[in-house]
């Protein structure tokens, strides 16, 4: 999933969430935060919550790794930093980018089969035309 939003004082940043897993729902997940003079900030999330309570969201994940930024808790090497999920999530607008995808082709229809007519109609044309 890929976002922006812009910061009060450098204006435009891009977001990138990594999710591993079929459909995203495994651990780990990892957020990059690309700032507008070009550095890459990392933040992984493992979860650490045992029991039965509800996991969060990956709009909260990338909420909070936003707020931790903004914080100053940029990391620009390779392994990143770990999101601290008892920090303040991110309130401002925070827009999806969607991929552009071309649109789907048109729906295959099949060709009809072909049925040969009835006996006699076929022969009440032929009397017609000659």
């Known amino acids: 999933m890929n976002f922006s939003f812009s910061t009060p004082s450098s204006g435009a940043c891009l977001?990138?969430?990594w999710a591993s897993g079929r459909y995203g729902f495994s651990l780990p997940k990892k957020v990059e935060i690309t700032g507008p003079e070009g550095g890459t900030s990392t933040f992984l999330y493992h979860s650490r919550k045992v029991g039965l309570s509800a996991e969060l969201t990956?709009?909260?994940i990338v909420r909070i790794?936003?707020?931790q930024y903004l914080a100053g808790d940029?990391?620009?090497s390779a392994e990143g930093r770990e999101i601290d999920d008892t920090v303040a999530p991110f309130?401002?607008?925070l827009?999806?980018?969607r991929p552009f995808a071309p649109p789907?082709?048109?729906?295959?229809?099949?060709p009809s089969r072909i049925m040969p007519r009835a006996g006699s109609g076929n022969a009440a044309c032929a009397t017609e035309a000659a």
């Not at 789907?104 to 099949?110: D, I, N, S």
Request: aromatic residues 4%; positive net charge; proline residues 16%.
């Open 15 to 17: 977001v990138k969430l």
């Open 58 to 60: 990956n709009r909260t």
């Open 65 to 67: 790794a936003i707020a």
């Open 74 to 76: 940029a990391d620009f």
């Open 91 to 93: 309130s401002g607008t």
């Open 95 to 97: 827009t999806q980018i």
């Open 104 to 110: 789907p082709p048109p729906p295959r229809v099949r």
